[in-house]
Protein backbone atom coordinates (compact mmCIF):
# COMPACT_ATOMS: atom_id res chain seq x y z
CA UNK A 1 0.00 0.00 0.00
CA UNK A 2 1.39 3.57 -0.95
CA UNK A 3 0.36 6.47 1.34
CA UNK A 4 0.89 10.24 0.90
CA UNK A 5 0.77 12.18 3.91
CA UNK A 6 0.60 15.59 3.70
CA UNK A 7 1.67 18.06 6.69
CA UNK A 8 3.43 20.74 4.80
CA UNK A 9 4.15 23.09 7.94
CA UNK A 10 4.60 24.77 10.34
CA UNK A 11 7.66 23.36 12.72
CA UNK A 12 5.51 22.38 16.21
CA UNK A 13 2.27 20.36 13.94
CA UNK A 14 5.10 18.54 11.60
CA UNK A 15 6.46 17.23 15.37
CA UNK A 16 2.98 17.23 16.37
CA UNK A 17 2.21 14.70 12.84
CA UNK A 18 5.34 11.93 13.74
CA UNK A 19 2.87 9.86 15.76
CA UNK A 20 0.91 9.17 13.26
CA UNK A 21 3.95 8.31 10.79
CA UNK A 22 4.96 5.93 13.34
CA UNK A 23 1.43 4.77 14.17
CA UNK A 24 0.96 3.85 10.11
CA UNK A 25 4.22 2.05 10.10
CA UNK A 26 3.47 0.21 12.99
CA UNK A 27 -0.17 -1.02 11.73
CA UNK A 28 1.33 -1.50 8.23
CA UNK A 29 4.39 -2.82 8.42
CA UNK A 30 4.26 -3.05 4.69
CA UNK A 31 3.35 0.33 3.60
CA UNK A 32 5.24 2.90 1.88
CA UNK A 33 5.03 5.94 3.30
CA UNK A 34 5.55 9.20 1.52
CA UNK A 35 5.94 12.79 3.28
CA UNK A 36 4.68 15.75 1.54
CA UNK A 37 6.39 18.97 3.24
CA UNK A 38 7.90 22.47 2.86
CA UNK A 39 11.25 22.83 1.61
CA UNK A 40 12.64 25.09 4.63
CA UNK A 41 11.23 22.33 7.17
CA UNK A 42 12.70 18.72 5.31
CA UNK A 43 15.29 18.28 7.60
CA UNK A 44 12.36 17.28 10.18
CA UNK A 45 10.79 14.82 7.89
CA UNK A 46 13.96 13.32 6.08
CA UNK A 47 15.34 10.28 7.66
CA UNK A 48 12.59 10.34 9.82
CA UNK A 49 12.50 5.88 10.47
CA UNK A 50 9.05 5.61 9.61
CA UNK A 51 9.42 7.43 5.93
CA UNK A 52 10.40 6.41 3.21
CA UNK A 53 10.15 8.92 0.96
CA UNK A 54 10.17 13.28 0.99
CA UNK A 55 8.64 15.52 -1.48
CA UNK A 56 9.00 18.90 -0.92
CA UNK A 57 7.12 21.66 -1.90
CA UNK A 58 7.21 25.55 -2.06
CA UNK A 59 3.83 26.90 -1.69
CA UNK A 60 5.64 30.56 -0.19
CA UNK A 61 6.65 31.09 -3.60
CA UNK A 62 4.07 29.88 -5.41
CA UNK A 63 1.39 32.09 -3.45
CA UNK A 64 3.65 34.92 -4.67
CA UNK A 65 3.52 34.34 -7.95
CA UNK A 66 0.71 31.82 -8.69
CA UNK A 67 0.45 32.61 -12.17
CA UNK A 68 4.31 32.09 -12.99
CA UNK A 69 6.04 29.95 -15.29
CA UNK A 70 8.61 29.06 -12.84
CA UNK A 71 5.06 27.86 -10.43
CA UNK A 72 3.41 25.86 -13.25
CA UNK A 73 6.46 24.43 -13.84
CA UNK A 74 6.86 23.47 -10.23
CA UNK A 75 3.11 22.47 -10.08
CA UNK A 76 3.26 19.88 -12.80
CA UNK A 77 6.57 18.60 -11.92
CA UNK A 78 5.05 17.87 -8.73
CA UNK A 79 1.70 16.12 -10.29
CA UNK A 80 4.18 13.97 -12.44
CA UNK A 81 6.00 12.60 -9.23
CA UNK A 82 2.53 11.70 -8.11
CA UNK A 83 1.25 9.96 -11.08
CA UNK A 84 5.08 8.13 -10.95
CA UNK A 85 4.06 7.37 -7.35
CA UNK A 86 0.83 6.43 -7.64
CA UNK A 87 -0.34 6.33 -4.15
CA UNK A 88 -3.45 4.50 -2.64
CA UNK A 89 -4.62 6.81 -0.19
CA UNK A 90 -3.82 10.42 0.80
CA UNK A 91 -3.65 11.76 4.72
CA UNK A 92 -3.91 15.23 5.43
CA UNK A 93 -4.27 15.81 9.31
CA UNK A 94 -3.63 19.82 8.10
CA UNK A 95 -6.90 20.26 6.93
CA UNK A 96 -5.88 24.01 5.18
CA UNK A 97 -6.74 25.16 1.21
CA UNK A 98 -3.09 24.30 0.20
CA UNK A 99 -2.60 21.42 1.86
CA UNK A 100 -5.88 20.42 0.79
CA UNK A 101 -5.10 20.94 -2.98
CA UNK A 102 -1.92 18.98 -2.98
CA UNK A 103 -4.02 15.96 -1.34
CA UNK A 104 -5.82 16.48 -4.82
CA UNK A 105 -2.92 16.51 -6.82
CA UNK A 106 -1.72 13.26 -5.44
CA UNK A 107 -4.57 11.59 -7.72
CA UNK A 108 -4.96 8.73 -4.61
CA UNK A 109 -8.44 6.85 -4.77
CA UNK A 110 -8.97 7.84 -1.42
CA UNK A 111 -8.01 10.94 -0.34
CA UNK A 112 -8.85 11.15 3.83
CA UNK A 113 -8.99 15.08 6.06
CA UNK A 114 -10.33 15.50 9.35
CA UNK A 115 -14.10 16.57 9.71
CA UNK A 116 -15.22 19.83 11.26
CA UNK A 117 -14.44 21.19 13.35
CA UNK A 118 -11.07 19.76 13.80
CA UNK A 119 -10.64 20.64 10.27
CA UNK A 120 -9.07 24.21 10.54
CA UNK A 121 -10.44 25.28 6.85
CA UNK A 122 -13.98 24.84 5.16
CA UNK A 123 -13.19 24.20 2.06
CA UNK A 124 -10.49 21.92 2.53
CA UNK A 125 -12.98 19.05 1.80
CA UNK A 126 -13.76 19.57 -1.39
CA UNK A 127 -10.27 18.09 -2.86
CA UNK A 128 -10.93 14.62 -0.04
CA UNK A 129 -12.93 11.58 -1.28
CA UNK A 130 -13.59 11.24 2.33
CA UNK A 131 -13.37 12.89 5.87
CA UNK A 132 -13.42 11.44 9.36
CA UNK A 133 -13.85 13.04 12.86
CA UNK A 134 -11.02 13.82 15.34
CA UNK A 135 -10.81 12.49 18.97
CA UNK A 136 -13.50 13.52 21.38
CA UNK A 137 -11.96 11.93 24.20
CA UNK A 138 -9.01 13.65 24.19
CA UNK A 139 -8.34 17.21 23.09
CA UNK A 140 -4.79 17.28 22.24
CA UNK A 141 -4.03 17.61 18.23
CA UNK A 142 -1.83 14.31 18.23
CA UNK A 143 -5.56 12.77 19.56
CA UNK A 144 -7.05 14.14 16.55
CA UNK A 145 -3.93 13.53 14.39
CA UNK A 146 -4.31 9.82 15.31
CA UNK A 147 -7.95 9.43 14.23
CA UNK A 148 -6.90 9.20 10.46
CA UNK A 149 -5.52 5.25 11.52
CA UNK A 150 -9.04 4.58 10.64
CA UNK A 151 -8.44 5.06 7.22
CA UNK A 152 -6.04 2.17 6.82
CA UNK A 153 -8.64 0.61 9.55
CA UNK A 154 -6.05 0.19 12.42
CA UNK A 155 -7.37 1.83 15.48
CA UNK A 156 -5.51 4.99 17.62
CA UNK A 157 -3.28 3.75 20.97
CA UNK A 158 -5.31 4.22 24.18
CA UNK A 159 -2.08 6.12 25.42
CA UNK A 160 -1.67 9.35 23.90
CA UNK A 161 2.09 8.50 22.32
CA UNK A 162 4.61 11.72 22.97
CA UNK A 163 6.39 12.86 19.75
CA UNK A 164 9.81 11.22 19.74
CA UNK A 165 12.24 13.66 17.75
CA UNK A 166 15.44 11.13 19.32
CA UNK A 167 15.94 10.56 15.43
CA UNK A 168 16.81 13.57 14.52
CA UNK A 169 19.16 14.46 17.20
CA UNK A 170 21.46 11.74 15.74
CA UNK A 171 20.68 12.79 11.95
CA UNK A 172 22.56 15.97 13.35
CA UNK A 173 24.81 15.24 15.74
CA UNK A 174 27.77 17.17 13.41
CA UNK A 175 26.55 20.00 13.72
CA UNK A 176 28.83 21.37 15.74
CA UNK A 177 27.30 24.05 19.03
CA UNK A 178 28.14 28.07 18.64
CA UNK A 179 31.78 28.23 20.55
CA UNK A 180 29.93 30.83 22.57
CA UNK A 181 28.17 28.37 23.89
CA UNK A 182 28.38 28.25 27.99
CA UNK A 183 27.97 24.36 29.45
CA UNK A 184 24.51 23.82 31.33
CA UNK A 185 22.70 26.90 29.61
CA UNK A 186 18.74 26.99 29.41
CA UNK A 187 17.39 28.23 26.25
CA UNK A 188 14.93 31.31 25.90
CA UNK A 189 13.01 31.95 22.95
CA UNK A 190 11.65 35.38 22.35
CA UNK A 191 9.82 34.58 19.24
CA UNK A 192 6.66 33.24 17.66
CA UNK A 193 4.98 32.11 14.79
CA UNK A 194 2.36 35.22 15.39
CA UNK A 195 2.92 38.52 16.88
CA UNK A 196 -0.39 37.11 19.85
CA UNK A 197 2.04 34.35 21.07
CA UNK A 198 4.78 36.75 22.02
CA UNK A 199 5.91 36.52 25.54
CA UNK A 200 6.76 39.38 27.48
CA UNK A 201 10.34 40.55 27.30
CA UNK A 202 10.69 41.51 31.22
CA UNK A 203 9.39 37.79 31.49
CA UNK A 204 12.10 36.03 30.03
CA UNK A 205 14.74 38.79 31.67
CA UNK A 206 12.91 37.26 35.23
CA UNK A 207 13.24 33.68 34.00
CA UNK A 208 17.10 34.53 32.75
CA UNK A 209 17.85 36.52 36.33
CA UNK A 210 16.60 32.98 38.04
CA UNK A 211 18.54 30.80 35.82
CA UNK A 212 21.62 32.71 36.87
CA UNK A 213 20.69 32.20 40.13
CA UNK A 214 20.81 28.51 40.03
CA UNK A 215 23.58 28.21 38.50
CA UNK A 216 22.67 28.40 34.93
CA UNK A 217 23.56 30.66 31.98
CA UNK A 218 20.70 31.77 29.98
CA UNK A 219 20.92 31.87 26.16
CA UNK A 220 18.40 33.66 24.41
CA UNK A 221 18.09 32.38 20.33
CA UNK A 222 16.39 34.02 18.09
CA UNK A 223 15.21 33.55 14.14
CA UNK A 224 14.95 36.26 11.15
CA UNK A 225 13.45 39.15 12.84
CA UNK A 226 13.76 38.41 16.23
CA UNK A 227 17.22 39.70 16.79
CA UNK A 228 16.36 43.16 18.78
CA UNK A 229 14.12 41.76 20.95
CA UNK A 230 16.47 38.86 21.98
CA UNK A 231 18.65 41.91 22.11
CA UNK A 232 16.31 43.45 24.65
CA UNK A 233 16.08 40.17 27.13
CA UNK A 234 19.74 40.07 27.65
CA UNK A 235 19.86 43.84 28.04
CA UNK A 236 17.20 43.33 31.03
CA UNK A 237 18.26 40.09 32.24
CA UNK A 238 21.87 41.28 33.39
CA UNK A 239 24.56 39.39 33.56
CA UNK A 240 24.29 35.66 32.95
CA UNK A 241 22.60 36.03 29.77
CA UNK A 242 24.28 36.10 26.40
CA UNK A 243 22.55 36.29 22.45
CA UNK A 244 22.98 32.80 20.75
CA UNK A 245 24.69 33.14 17.16
CA UNK A 246 22.54 32.64 14.09
CA UNK A 247 21.75 29.08 13.30
CA UNK A 248 20.04 27.03 10.79
CA UNK A 249 17.60 24.73 11.48
CA UNK A 250 20.27 21.73 11.89
CA UNK A 251 22.03 24.19 14.20
CA UNK A 252 18.85 24.47 16.75
CA UNK A 253 18.31 20.90 16.94
CA UNK A 254 21.50 20.92 18.82
CA UNK A 255 21.28 23.54 20.81
CA UNK A 256 18.10 22.45 22.02
CA UNK A 257 19.08 18.44 22.40
CA UNK A 258 22.04 19.48 24.73
CA UNK A 259 20.27 22.23 26.81
CA UNK A 260 19.76 22.19 30.40
CA UNK A 261 16.13 23.26 29.82
CA UNK A 262 14.09 25.50 27.09
CA UNK A 263 11.33 28.35 27.81
CA UNK A 264 9.41 29.65 25.15
CA UNK A 265 5.59 30.28 24.20
CA UNK A 266 3.54 28.13 22.05
CA UNK A 267 6.17 27.96 19.46
CA UNK A 268 8.10 24.95 17.41
CA UNK A 269 11.30 24.89 19.11
CA UNK A 270 9.19 24.46 22.59
CA UNK A 271 7.61 21.11 20.95
CA UNK A 272 10.67 20.21 19.84
CA UNK A 273 12.64 20.39 22.75
CA UNK A 274 10.23 18.38 24.54
CA UNK A 275 10.31 15.36 21.41
CA UNK A 276 13.58 15.13 22.56
CA UNK A 277 13.29 14.84 26.21
CA UNK A 278 14.61 17.82 27.23
CA UNK A 279 12.79 19.36 29.83
CA UNK A 280 10.62 22.43 28.23
CA UNK A 281 8.41 25.20 30.35
CA UNK A 282 5.85 26.44 27.38
CA UNK A 283 3.84 29.60 28.20
CA UNK A 284 0.57 29.84 26.21
CA UNK A 285 -0.79 33.57 26.35
CA UNK A 286 -3.32 33.32 23.20
CA UNK A 287 -3.51 29.34 22.46
CA UNK A 288 -5.09 26.50 23.51
CA UNK A 289 -2.39 24.63 25.98
CA UNK A 290 -4.52 21.31 25.88
CA UNK A 291 -4.71 21.19 22.54
CA UNK A 292 -1.28 22.61 21.02
CA UNK A 293 0.30 22.13 24.23
CA UNK A 294 4.35 20.10 23.97
CA UNK A 295 4.64 16.44 24.66
CA UNK A 296 7.51 14.98 26.42
CA UNK A 297 8.46 13.20 29.71
CA UNK A 298 9.80 16.52 31.60
CA UNK A 299 7.06 19.49 30.71
CA UNK A 300 5.99 22.11 32.56
CA UNK A 301 2.92 24.71 31.20
CA UNK A 302 2.10 28.58 32.79
CA UNK A 303 -0.87 29.41 30.50
CA UNK A 304 -2.51 32.99 30.74
CA UNK A 305 -5.21 31.95 28.04
CA UNK A 306 -8.72 30.30 29.42
CA UNK A 307 -10.76 27.97 26.34
CA UNK A 308 -14.47 28.75 26.72
CA UNK A 309 -15.68 24.77 26.94
CA UNK A 310 -14.44 21.02 25.64
CA UNK A 311 -15.48 21.66 22.11
CA UNK A 312 -13.47 20.25 19.54
CA UNK A 313 -11.97 22.48 17.65
CA UNK A 314 -9.90 22.84 14.06
CA UNK A 315 -7.91 26.43 15.70
CA UNK A 316 -5.14 26.43 18.24
CA UNK A 317 -6.56 30.00 19.34
CA UNK A 318 -8.17 30.31 23.26
CA UNK A 319 -11.97 31.89 23.66
CA UNK A 320 -10.38 34.06 26.11
CA UNK A 321 -6.28 34.77 25.96
CA UNK A 322 -4.69 36.23 28.93
CA UNK A 323 -1.53 37.27 30.17
CA UNK A 324 1.31 36.04 32.09
CA UNK A 325 2.99 37.55 35.03
CA UNK A 326 6.99 37.72 34.79
CA UNK A 327 6.60 35.82 38.65
CA UNK A 328 4.30 33.55 36.74
CA UNK A 329 6.86 32.58 33.93
CA UNK A 330 9.89 32.56 36.31
CA UNK A 331 7.75 29.84 38.95
CA UNK A 332 7.50 27.56 35.87
CA UNK A 333 10.57 27.58 35.40
CA UNK A 334 11.73 26.71 39.35
CA UNK A 335 9.11 24.27 39.41
CA UNK A 336 10.68 22.65 35.62
CA UNK A 337 13.95 22.18 37.13
CA UNK A 338 12.89 20.72 40.10
CA UNK A 339 10.81 18.26 38.66
CA UNK A 340 11.80 14.41 38.33
Not at 48 to 63: C, E, N, Y
Not at 65 to 82: E, M, Y
Amino acid sequence: MRIVLVRLSALGDIVHTWPLADALRSARPGVRLCWVVEERLSLLVEGHPAVDQVITVDTRRWRRSPLSRRTRTAIHDLRRRFAELSPDLALDPQGVVKSALVTRWTGAAQRVGLALPWRRERLAALAYTATLPGSRERRHVVASNLELLRAVGATPPAALPHPDGRWLVERTRRQPLPAASPPGYVVLLPGAGRARKLLPVEGLAEVARRAAGAGHAALVVWGPGEEERASEVVTRAGPGAAMAPPTDLAGLVQLLAQARAVVGGDTGPVHLAASFGVPALAIFTATDWRRNGPLGRRVEVVSGARDGGDRPRGTSRAARPGPVTPAEMADGFERLLGAP
